[in-house]
């Protein structure tokens, strides 16, 4: 028999992590019984709340006492809302006692942005870990010795599990079943309950926000030149000469503002616009890629299955107005 806890912190919560987290594992644990096994699940929801009130007050959470778990197998955080260092400050007491359990032999999985919470712990640290694709920049300047993957939609390392954005917690409650059953009672909890079984990235639902709160005036001005200029051949050479900067330096200047190269930058703009208007779904895909600037289909194809996983027209196919059924 193994203990599996549920955590519930001090801050708000995403009910649907939580209680989906205990549905599926409890439904796991029945279709195991009724093929002639034992029990194999002792699941609770604990917290050091007594209660934990969300979505607006229409629902509350009565967590068990985790004082009273002096140990768990598995222990499972669920994604967060709070601001993310203000629920940090308000769950001392809980990041002390995930991280005892670890170093006690528990295995932890963190949805979501319930990663921030367990990076607290000082567990992550030279380990992968993903989140939502949303909050990943502000997770790299937060705890910058981690190694934030959050294209990928499940991280498995020493024990630790973490996994992308939204509704992709079910793909990580999937993958804890079929770790603590087999892999049939995690295609039975697939069918069941409808999840995708196989999905493992986050980077088709990512959207590229262009980072422009850095404060460097040089830099802002590139970026408008290139977002400005996307069906243009664009030398970044002559780009710096124009703004009164060595190569170099601007290449430092503009890692160190965005995050991205000049080059990467490039290639994201120009893939986040081609994915907006393949959305729309009236353009051809060579249309698309004319617009954004590209003459070679080949390198237009593979830089966008880069970024977003799928090629151009399997992204039109699933996510063009004209495929939505009405």
Known sequence: MKHVTIIVPDCQVNLNSISGAYEILSSANAYWQRQGNRSLLDICIAGFVTQSQVDDGYFTIHPADLATI????????????????QAIAKNEKLIEW????????????SM???????AATGLLEGKSCSTH?????QFRQMFPGVRMVPDKVITDEH????????????????????????RTAAVFCSKIFQIDIERTTQSPFTIFHIQKGHGDEVI???????????????????LATELAVSRRNFDRRFIKATGNTPVEYLQRVKVEAAKKDLERGRKSVFEVMSDVGYTDDKAFREVFKKITGLSPLDYRNKYSKENVAP
């Open 112 to 118: 979501c942005s319930g990663a921030f919470l367990l």
């Open 220 to 238: 802002s001005k590139a970026q408008a030149y290139i977002e400005a200029h996307l069906d243009a051949k664009i030398s970044f050479e002559k």
């Open 70 to 85: 002096r140990k768990t197998d598995l222990l499972i955080i669920p994604s967060i809302f709070e601001d993310y260092a």
């Open 159 to 182: 024990g630790i599990y973490t996994n992308g954005g939204g509704y992709s917690f079910l793909n990580l409650v999937l993958y804890l079943v079929e770790k603590l059953f087999d």
């Open 98 to 109: 995930i991280a005892a359990q670890y170093k006690g032999g528990a295995e932890v999985a």
């Open 133 to 137: 694709w949303n909050a990943a920049e």
